[in-house]
């Protein structure tokens, strides 16, 4: 079989290569993937050549070094399975985590979750990406009740706005300079859109809440962004940094905004999280996604309607310089075929 992957050779620059078959051992899964997510603000950074692409420390400083290998959240069906797997069988139709945008890969059986029958490879294909809001809200421990703001609706504020109507926040404030995406929250579980260049933004966000957010998902990514959520804060209130804010360049008035109301700042990072067990407020990736898997089945949450255009894998040079050139990209994936 042919094997196909996507990576960046260099600077704004995407192909679509061959690449060797995995091969299968013990514990792992061979799937070929149907549908494969675009996660815009990670991409975006391996596209550009951006060096903070991890926050270890050892990335600081660090050269940008091509080629690049985008993409982790995918769906696709079982074609063949190792010793020791249990879990699936061939011809199972699968979501896949933590894998590339290829369209043969064998992860570990641990990664890889059975679809109920009436949920389609573009939703599941999601599941991955949110994770991440998902585990913003969890150690951010939302109450039932409690106001919430989020802070850019890109693909993960977006997911962040359905989970927060899930957990029971109330009310939820989406903020988007977008019109269109201000309107997209309205429809989907936000109370309330507000422009965040609004001059009366923070004095209304606050209004809206009873004197500030108890809960603040910011995923703008940029200083500003921080700032600006600061000022909607109730006193105590939790703010979860989902953004990877990776431009050092800017000051916030910690002894205002964060240090005189006691705001606490949460690093929200998708590997900031258990590898093994789960405990209250900080779950595995696989308990996420297993969690997310129930929330969809059961139509407590639904991401199939955000997804924006899928194209063929083979498109992907166009689709990675749209993603470079647009400021506002939507929710994209590629189809690899059926």
Known sequence: MDNKVIVFTAPNTAELASCEMPRLQPGRVLVRTVISSISSGTERALLTGDANISPSRDSVGAAAEFPRWPGYSSAGVVVEVGEGVTSVVPGDRVAVIDQRHQHYVCPPEKNVFKLPEHISFSE??????????????RKCKLEI???????GLGVLGMMAVKLLRAAGATPIIAVDPVAD???????NGAD??????????????????GGGAAVGIEVTGIGKGLDGILDCMAKFGRVALLG????????IDYYRKVHGPGITLVGAHTNARPKIESYPGMWTRQ???????????TGRVEFASMVAEIHPAEEAPETYRRLGAERFFPVVQHHWGE
């Not at 009740?145 to 802070?151: F, L, P, Y």
């Open 287 to 297: 308990d996420d996604t297993k969690a997310l898997r129930q929330l969809c089945a």
């Open 145 to 151: 009740g409690e106001s919430a703001i989020v802070m």
């Open 124 to 137: 599941a294909a999601l599941w991955h990406i949110a994770t991440f809001p998902l585990a913003a809200i």
């Open 181 to 187: 995406k201000r309107q997209w929250a309205l429809e």
């Open 192 to 209: 309330y859109a507000l422009d965040p260049f609004d001059p009366s933004f923070a004095e209304t966000a606050k209004a809206l809440t």
């Open 244 to 251: 990877c804010t990776r431009n050092s360049d800017f000051t």
